[in-house]
């Protein structure tokens, strides 16, 4: 059974503490350590799927409400769990920022100097704008920044740079969400809304108004046709760095005509638990073998899910070496096949939609 430490800045007590012993001191000193910041539905997924992963040996888990965290802490075995509170991030090998959005690069920042790789699910442009900031320090570190390591962005990007790979020239990029992750998710997209949206246009950025820009998008069976709108989404920021002739990028998420109309309001409900299920849709155009050629493909599961397993490989293939220094989006990878790969051994796959690849 794991063992299970309770500690932070709402007065609890913790063992080594008590007995006088600095923790790099303790026996977890040579072991692998993960800290999850953020147990929420992501966070927990996350967690999940790095105590089953047999990299990890020490599993942090940073929370607001740390006593809430007994049940779902016995339920990881064999791994040693640890709980904080809110306070100064821990020494881990891997930092996995899983809290809701706002002030992730302050943390990834705060985790390099601790020396610490950082795999970041936030989808804020100011998040991804920051994060993006931390390269020299990253390269510096030797450490990896992972940013937008969730569905969209993250498996989006994926399917966008492994697309555009097979055109000879690219041309637009325009991505298409719909579902949310959780809560935070939930609150996070709601607040998007109402905040301008950024395009890539002809070598430049501009700027437009959230809930505008409708375009009835086609997302993988059986979720079908949506109303797209403009918001302020991060996707086309992460990708421009790939696609740097392109003439258009852009993002859009799915929305109802109550969606707009009150994105200007304090949410009316609690958000659900769980915002699933949802899809990614990506469009590309260009040229290839010389005749413009659009190909679309696309993604359906639960947002939630598919985060967590795009975190998880980020903070496993760290431990084991295999990334890049440097503060990175998956769509800024040479190579996404490995991680659509590793995907879908965990259930996780893409569609190409079929009689579309030509205009």
């Known amino acids: 059974m794991p063992r299970f430490y309770v500690y932070g800045d709402r007065g609890e007590s913790h063992p080594d503490k008590e007995a006088g012993v600095n923790s790099a001191d303790r026996i ?41 965290l007994h049940g779902f802490a016995r339920q990881l075995i064999d ?16 930092t996995v920022l899983a809290q809701p959005t706002g002030g992730h690069a302050e943390l990834a920042e705060e985790a390099l100097g601790n020396g610490s790789h950082i795999v970041s ?22 450490r990896s920044v992972i940013i937008g390591a969730a569905f969209s962005p993250g498996m989006s990007c994926l399917l966008a740079r492994h697309a555009g790979s097979r055109f000879d020239r690219v041309e637009e990029v325009h991505v298409a969400r719909m579902g949310t992750g959780g809560p935070a ?18 070598g430049g950025w501009r700027k437009r108004p959230g809930g505008t820009g409708r375009e009835l998008v ?25 696609f740097p002739d392109a003439n258009r990028i852009t993002s859009k998420v799915a929305g109802t005509r109550r969606d707009r109309l009150t994105a200007w309001l ?22 290839r073998d010389g005749i413009q050629t659009t190909d679309v493909i696309g993604a359906i599961d639960y947002p939630s899910a598919a985060a967590a397993a795009v975190a998880a490989i980020g903070a496993e293939w760290s431990i084991l070496g295999t990334l890049p ?21 965990r259930g996780f796959t893409a569609a190409v939609y079929e009689g579309i690849s030509t205009n």
């Open 325 to 345: 220094a440097g503060s990175w989006s998956l769509g800024m990878l040479d190579d996404p096949v490995p991680w659509l790969q590793e995907l879908e051994q």
């Open 218 to 242: 086609w997302f993988p069976d059986p979720l079908g046709a949506r109303d797209c709108y403009r918001a302020a989404l991060p996707d086309a920021l992460l990708l421009s760095s790939n």
């Open 121 to 142: 699910v936030s989808d804020s442009v100011k998040d991804a704008q920051g994060l993006l900031d931390l390269d020299t320090a990253a390269v510096k570190a030797d």
């Open 266 to 287: 304090p949410m009316l409900r609690a958000p659900h638990s769980d915002g699933g299920p949802g899809a990614v849709r990506i469009e590309i155009r260009g040229v």
């Open 79 to 94: 791994i040693d769990i640890e709980v904080i509170s809110p306070g100064p991030l821990p020494t881990a090998d891997v």
């Open 28 to 68: 977890f000193a040579d072991v692998t350590t993960v800290a999850v910041i953020g147990t929420g539905v992501v966070g927990q997924r996350v967690a999940r799927q790095l105590a089953a992963s047999g990299l990890v040996k020490r599993l942090i888990l940073g929370s607001r409400r740390p006593q809430r």
């Open 185 to 202: 998710c939930q609150r996070q997209l709601h607040r998007a809304r109402t905040k301008e949206s950024i395009d890539w246009r002809d």
